[in-house]
């Protein structure tokens, strides 16, 4: 209840600065929160906005899927096995610090201008955040939990069922959450390029027109979906007995 009451007085402060910043310029580039949120209700009432959510909440969704489904086996992997980890790790030393947007003109000339190519770079960027949390926390565990299993007659895939997926699991869910606002920054950049459904689109689309509410009022559909799916991955992690 207490966490619920400060988010509330966050926001409450939050929109009188917000009232106060735009009754002080005056300006067109800053209009008051009522006046974006009647233009917001207006766009769900009409299903144009719910439509571009839709559309939004899939691709970011998929790249994140994508990601998790190939980075945590191989980090896992990466983290347990010390040979892997000694072949494996100077790629990941390599290829993680680079500004993967960069890569959207290729990508889109390799795989078109459809929704795979976004869904693409989302889970291009994400995979290693998901890859180097999951590699580092499988690599820090004891090594007297993989004795005892051995002792018992585990075998290998066995040691990884029981003993390294659960527990990584904790580190593979904040990664998750920290995964989550990255794919829909990302999300935003690549769906201002050759598309014509999405909420970035739109927010091009008023930008475009210099329609300040629509650019504002765009803002509470990303949020709404990163918020959602944070607390997802927060309460896992909450609720892992581990």
């Known amino acids: 209840m207490g966490r619920k009451r400060d988010i509330f007085v966050a926001a409450l402060v939050l929109l009188i600065l ?11 580039a800053l209009p008051e929160p009522w006046i974006v949120l009647q233009d917001l209700i207006a766009k769900f009432a009409n299903g144009s906005l719910l439509d571009d959510m839709v559309v939004s909440t899939f691709r970011a969704l998929a790249g994140i899927f994508l990601a998790l489904i190939t980075a945590v086996p191989l980090g896992l992997v990466i983290g347990s096995e010390k040979t892997v980890r000694k072949r494996i790790s100077p790629f990941i030393y390599l290829l993680y610090p680079i500004p993967h947007v960069v890569l959207l003109p290729l990508i889109i000339i390799l795989f078109g201008i459809g929704n795979f190519s976004k869904i693409f770079l989302i889970a291009l960027i994400v995979f290693f955040q998901i890859l180097v949390t999951t590699r580092d926390g499988a690599k820090n565990i004891h090594r007297n939990y993989f004795y005892s299993m051995q ?25 998750m959450r920290i995964s989550v606002g990255t794919s829909v920054a990302i999300l935003f950049f690549v769906e201002s390029f050759a598309t014509t459904t999405g909420l970035g689109h739109e927010h091009q689309l008023g930008l475009y027109r210099k329609e300040q509410n629509q650019l504002i009022h765009l803002v509470n559909p990303y949020k709404k979906a990163d918020t959602s799916v944070s607390a997802f991955f927060r309460n896992s992690y909450e609720n892992h007995p581990g």
């Open 151 to 175: 002792t018992l007659g585990a075998t290998r895939l066995q040691i990884y069922r029981h003993v390294i997926l659960p527990a990584t699991l904790p580190k593979i869910m904040t990664a």
């Open 18 to 28: 917000w009232e106060g910043a735009a009754l002080l310029l005056n300006s067109m």
